[in-house]
């Protein structure tokens, strides 16, 4: 009669969940990009700050149109020409591989 170590077992399904799932979740990305998590980490933070940044300016447009008439569009215009810069090195060290 055999028996199942279930102890190994769960720790085995950790093991698969922490090479898979987590793996995708934080890594794959990042790495297609050619970069690490934290690169990406700190990339991603920057955006998200400007964007709400550009956002809190259209908000405050909308009530006075006088202030703030091309924040926002100047803003997004430049983040879309870094965006795009990074992409394409990215993509150009990717097909050099």
């Known amino acids: 009669m055999s028996y199942i170590n279930f102890k190994y077992l769960r720790f085995e399904k950790v093991e698969l969940f922490i090479d898979g ?5 934080f890594l794959d990305h990042p790495a297609s990009v050619d970069e ?7 990339y991603a933070i920057g955006y998200s700050v400007r964007l709400i940044a550009a956002g809190v300016a259209c908000f405050i447009h909308a009530f ?6 091309f924040t926002a569009s100047t803003m997004i215009k430049k983040i879309i020409a870094e965006v795009n810069q990074r992409y394409n090195t990215s993509s150009k060290q990717q097909e050099h591989k």
């Open 21 to 25: 799932y987590i793996k995708k979740m």
């Open 36 to 42: 690490s998590y934290f690169q990406h980490f700190f």
């Open 64 to 69: 006075i149109p006088g202030l703030f008439s």
